[in-house]
């Protein structure tokens, strides 16, 4: 079992930046990949990013792609997403996912994913 715990969200205005953050705890060794999705009020989580633990390959969604940077920090189990020229539509809760095995077809599906965090809201404002 993996625990996740997201922080960093808040307000911010059009063309600021916030750094988020997932803390992962317990049987985190064998991770195989951790993702950011999002889910905005009325739609589908959709996925922003994701970052295998191994070997650091990286996933964006086309909408974050030069916006948004996801990162890892092996020693203290975190994977960070840097949001940068944040727009309104960014606006979202946003959700850490891991699992133990993601295949590259299925890295940006929810499906994919057993473990989530409990979410942390960002707010954009234009």
């Known amino acids: 079992q993996v625990q996740l715990v997201e922080s960093g969200g808040g307000l911010v205005q059009a063309g600021g930046s916030l750094r988020l953050s997932c803390v992962a705890s317990g049987r985190t060794l064998s991770t195989d990949a951790t993702a950011w999705f999002r889910q905005a009020p009325g739609k589908d989580r959709e996925f922003v990013a994701a970052?295998?633990?191994?070997?650091?390959?990286?996933y964006y969604a086309d909408a974050v792609k030069g916006r948004f940077t996801v990162s890892r920090d092996n020693a203290k189990n975190t994977v960070n997403l840097q949001m940068n020229s944040l727009k309104p539509e960014d606006t979202a809760v946003y959700y850490c996912?891991?699992?133990?095995?993601?295949?590259?077809?299925?890295?940006?599906?929810?499906?994919?994913?057993?473990?989530w965090g409990q979410g942390t809201q960002v707010t954009v404002s234009s």
């Open positions: 970052i295998r633990w191994s070997s650091g390959t990286t």
């Open positions: 996912a891991a699992d133990y095995f993601v295949t590259s077809r299925l890295v940006d599906s929810p499906r994919a994913y057993d473990y």
